[in-house]
Nanobody, 123 residues
Framework: QVQLVESGGGLVQAGGSLRLSCVAS????????MGWFRQAPGKEREFVAA????????DYADSVKGRFTLSRDNAKNTIYLQMNSLQPEDTAVYSC????????????????WGQGTQVTVSS
């Protein structure tokens, strides 16, 4: 079992920035990747970014490339998502997830999820 706790969401104006954090605990040794997904009202959950834990390779959705940066602190079992140049279309509940499978982009393949943190971007 893996427990994930996100924080850092909030309300910002368009063009602003937020930094999300996700702390992992429990049986994390078998985790292949950790990442971020988001879900806006009326929309399906979509991939944002993920890190392959062992290699450190990071993948981003095309919609956030150049604006969002995922990083990690191994000692703290924590990943971060620095979000810059936020736009209203980025408004969503952002969730941290972990998977044991060799899968990066598919939400259904992730085994563990945090509670989610709301990000709202106003015009």
């Amino acid at each position: 079992q893996v427990q994930l706790v996100e924080s850092g969401g909030g309300l910002v104006q368009a063009g602003g920035s937020l930094r999300l954090s996700c702390v992992a605990s429990g049986q994390t040794s078998s985790t292949y990747a950790m990442g971020w997904f988001r879900q806006a009202p009326g929309k399906e959950r979509e991939f944002v970014a993920a890190i392959r834990w062992r290699s450190g390779i990071i993948d981003y959705a095309d919609s956030v490339k150049g604006r969002f940066t995922l990083s990690r602190d191994n000692a703290k079992n924590t990943i971060y998502l620095q979000m810059n140049s936020l736009q209203p279309e980025d408004t969503a509940v952002y969730s941290c997830a972990a998977t044991r499978l060799f899968v990066i982009f598919t939400a259904n393949a992730y085994d563990y999820w945090g509670q989610g943190t709301q990000v709202t971007v106003s015009s």
